[in-house]
T-cell receptor
Framework: DAGVIQSPRHEVTEMGQEVTLRCKPISGHDYLFWYRQTMMRGLELLIY????????DSGMPEDRFSAKMPNASFSTLKIQPSEPRDSAVYFC?????????????FGPGTRLLVL | RKEVEQDPGPFNVPEGATVAFNCTYS??????FFWYRQDCRKEPKLLMS???SGNEDGRFTAQLNRASQYISLLIRDSKLSDSATYLCAGGVAGGFKTIFGAGTRLFVKA
């Protein structure tokens, strides 16, 4: 299995630009999670999906952030417009079922730098 | 107060040493706990789950103390390859949301 796939691995953009991060979960996994990691705030859950439906988006920082999951094998996290404080590593993770005892498998992350 | 708190370290220990990390959680409804390992510039990977009174996996032992609301990770006979950041995490039943601590950095020296 290829594991969780994220693209791009690195993104450098200028303030005000739109950024789209992509994620392909492990095949057969019902849950998909988007996290953001910074030195100051650690690893924060932004949003998660169950069977392509957003369940909890309370961690999404503000309206500039949006996430979609059009099908079971693809999700996007979009930031529009981007700001320097959005610079972070964004991880996507998936799990086989949503129970808290289920292991979450993380993708390699997207390192975002907003200038 | 953060829901899950850890000593950020860093912990600098020689090879062969025993090192212990603690993690406290504030939500008494938390039911499942985990330790993840994260190498520099890599993604977190599950090291151990801690469901009840704790469990052991080789050199690693995780303990849970519900009364005091903390979990611990003990690493015996530490190796150079154990150098990483260790994240503790807690989840609440029914919410499917796992909250991570900020991580504790470990450096094992030759």
């Amino acid at each position: 299995d290829a594991g969780v796939i994220q693209s791009p691995r690195h993104e450098v953009t200028e303030m005000g630009q739109e950024v789209t991060l992509r994620c392909k979960p492990i095949s057969g996994h019902d849950y998909l999670f988007w996290y953001r990691q910074t030195m100051m705030r650690g690893l924060e859950l932004l949003i998660y999906f169950n069977n392509n439906v957003p369940i909890d988006d309370s961690g999404m920082p503000e309206d500039r952030f949006s996430a979609k999951m059009p099908n079971a094998s693809f999700s996007t996290l979009k930031i529009q417009p981007s700001e320097p404080r959005d610079s972070a590593v964004y991880f996507c993770a998936s799990s086989l079922a949503g129970g808290i005892q289920e292991t979450q498998y993380f993708g390699p992350g997207t390192r975002l730098l907003v200038l | 107060r953060k829901e899950v708190e850890q000593d950020p370290g860093p912990f600098n220990v020689p090879e062969g040493a025993t090192v212990a990390f603690n993690c406290t959680y504030s939500n008494s409804a938390s039911q499942s706990f985990f330790w993840y390992r994260q190498d520099c510039r890599k993604e977190p990977k599950l090291l151990m789950s801690v469901y009840s009174s704790g469990n052991e996996d080789g050199r690693f032992t995780a303990q849970l103390n519900r009364a005091s609301q903390y979990i611990s990770l003990l690493i015996r006979d530490s190796k150079l390859s154990d150098s990483a950041t260790y994240l503790c995490a807690g989840g609440v039943a029914g919410g499917f949301k796992t909250i991570f601590g900020a991580g504790t950095r470990l450096f094992v020296k030759a």
